[in-house]
């Protein structure tokens, strides 16, 4: 079973910056995730990817965000981070933390994806 943690959110003003978190566990070890990311989705609209990052370190950004968030990773942490700067109020909305093709010691599927909980980022005017 492999569960993803989300961390840092939070409220912060226009113009301000923001750090997000996500770690990855599972039932045992985790050898290596073949893609790493963050959407993020506000009320009546779809959920939308802001970044992703594969395991050896390509990247890809929404146009609106590009120039302002930075996608990090730890591989051996198993952990992705989202910095967040300049931010505005429309980057209000719950961030998710993805996963995609997660191998452990014991399972791999590389056509499925792991989703955490979510976390609020919220950006005051």
């Known amino acids: 079973q492999v569960q993803l943690v989300e961390s840092g959110g939070g409220l912060v003003q226009s113009g301000g910056s923001l750090t997000v978190s996500c770690a990855a566990a599972?039932?045992?070890?985790?050898?290596?995730?073949?893609?790493m990311g963050w959407f993020r989705q506000t009320p009546g609209k779809e959920r939308a990817l802001v970044a992703s990052?594969?395991?050896?370190?390509?990247?890809t950004y929404a146009d609106s965000v590009k120039g302002r968030f930075t996608i990090a990773r730890d591989n051996a942490k198993n952990t992705v981070y989202l910095g967040m700067n300049s931010l505005k109020p429309e980057d209000t909305a719950v961030y998710y933390c993805?996963?995609?093709?997660?191998?452990?010691?014991?399972?791999?599927?590389?056509?499925?994806?792991?989703w955490g909980r979510g976390t609020q980022v919220t950006v005051s005017s």
């Open positions: 599972a039932s045992d070890s985790i050898v290596s995730i073949n893609v």
């Open positions: 993805y996963a995609l093709g997660i191998r452990t010691v014991t399972f791999y599927s590389p056509g499925h994806d792991y």
């Open positions: 990052m594969t395991s050896d370190g390509a990247t």
